[in-house]
């Protein structure tokens, strides 16, 4: 009976009981600023957001990911074929893990005066906390995401503070983390005032990380921040073409925008910023499914990730990816006739002379755009409209008026690549090649 109780035991502890003890994480103020400790030493996040390809992201010289909810830290089927929970990957990579626990948001239409809906999130909150405090991988709990978007700051910090409260007395080991996406007008005072249970605050910014990142000093939160996400100009602080497509940076682009924003928040600050998450380890469709992506669909690494790796590691990587700095076209961020052909001429260089591969098409401009990041569908591909394969080819434009997006992605032999798109709109009246 002592057998069967022990392997019942064995079997409901689950992968984490393998693991040493969790070391203690904890935030703490020195002369020389705020410092993250992670078992007594000084641990510095260079992260990314996102839990694919853990080996690639550990091998540019990351320490963490960060997760967003509940279900992320669930065991499944990894495209190696091993069950396994993210954190137990993470772990056998060296890599920890920001473990985000996702509050629901007044804009998907939870109501905060609806206290027993209130303490069932609570609830499920600390049993979810139980369930995985004891892994070594957890560096920090995660409370929520841009839960205050659309501006119910002064409702929603209590309540972001009431459940962190809940979560620091379930494990009082690790500390919590909100993420906010910027800093909008007096709300670095109001989350001072609001949230003293929250031990970092957490910063989601783009092309305005480094005002943001100065502007809750100003409002008057002075304790420690963390970089939650950050990567290229965000789709609403970009150019727009005539009907109001936004107009994406290219692969080289992004590398730079992320090159910058870390060099002038994350290491200019280093009495305040433990660390930063680089957005998005991965892809997904966001006006366009290269937008965030550090990675494309099939798996190839992009610029952004030379960038950080030489950001991370201090050394450049092995193989870099091809420069794409965009697209050569008259026809780019035009009104065009239908059925006319265009020559378009992608801008390219290989940094190690490897082969490149263009890959081109061509798709409707979506119409499923959202906020905050909600998952929108991938808008349909329309086949036939290139001609060749190299470097330059030949768009004939859509015979249905509308907007379209014409891509490319550039692949070496090494699973490397580089990006570009360019909009244009398909319009009875547009201009014909000359």
């Known amino acids: 009976m002592?057998?069967?109780?022990?392997?019942?035991?064995?079997?409901?502890?689950?992968?984490?009981?393998?693991?040493?003890?969790?070391?203690?994480?904890?935030?703490?103020k020195t002369p020389d600023g705020y410092r993250l400790m992670r078992g007594g030493e000084p641990y510095f996040v260079k992260g990314a957001g996102g839990s694919d390809q853990l080996d690639l992201l550990a091998s540019t010289g990351a320490n963490s990911i960060r997760t967003w909810g509940t279900n992320d830290l669930e065991p499944r089927r990894w495209p190696d074929g091993a069950f396994e929970s993210v954190l137990d990957r993470a772990h056998a990579r060296g890599l920890t893990v920001c473990a985000g626990f996702w509050m629901k948001h007044t804009r998907h239409g939870f109501d905060y005066d609806d206290d027993d809906a209130v303490e069932r999130q609570i609830e499920e909150a600390v049993a979810w906390v139980n369930k995985w405090k004891h892994h070594p991988a957890i560096l920090m709990w995660g409370v929520g995401n841009e839960v205050s978007l659309d501006g119910s700051h002064e409702q929603v910090f209590p309540e972001i503070d009431r459940l962190a409260a809940a979560i620091k007395e379930a494990d009082p080991s690790r500390p919590t983390m909100t993420a906010l996406a910027g800093i909008w007008p007096n709300q670095g005072a109001q989350f001072a005032r609001l949230c003293p249970n929250i031990d970092i605050l957490g910063l989601n910014a783009y092309g305005g990380l480094a005002p943001a990142s100065h502007a809750m000093l100003s409002q008057g939160y002075t304790g420690p921040f963390i970089v939650t996400e950050f990567g290229p100009f965000g789709h609403w602080e970009c150019g727009l073409s005539q009907w109001g497509a936004p107009v994406e940076q290219s692969s080289a682009g992004k590398a730079r925008a992320y090159r910058e924003s870390y060099q002038m928040t994350v290491l200019d600050q280093p009495h305040r910023c433990l660390g930063a998450y680089a957005f998005l380890w991965g892809h997904k469709q966001e006006v366009t499914y290269s937008w965030f992506g550090m990675l494309l669909p099939t798996g190839e690494k992009l610029e952004q990730v030379d960038t950080m790796t030489e950001l991370w590691s201090g050394r450049p990587p092995s193989n870099r990816c091809p420069r794409v700095e965009g697209l050569e076209s008259d026809a780019a961020l035009r009104r065009v006739a239908p059925g006319t052909s265009w020559t378009v001429r992608a801008l390219a260089t290989e940094p190690d002379s490897d082969p490149m591969t263009y890959r081109w098409s061509v798709f409707a401009e979506t119409t499923d755009r959202r906020t905050g990041g909600d998952a929108e569908t991938v808008p349909p591909q329309i086949e036939g409209r290139v001609a060749g394969g190299g470097e330059q080819i030949t768009l004939t434009t859509p015979l249905t008026p509308g907007p379209y997006r014409l891509y490319v992605e550039v692949v070496d032999d090494q699973r490397a690549a580089g990006t570009a798109n360019m909009p244009f709109y398909v319009a009875a009246n547009g201009a014909r090649p000359d």
């Not at 035991?9 to 393998?18: E, H, I, L, Y």
């Open 2 to 28: 002592r057998w069967v109780i022990a392997m019942l035991f064995a079997a409901s502890c689950g992968a984490a009981c393998a693991h040493a003890e969790a070391p203690r994480v904890e935030v703490v």
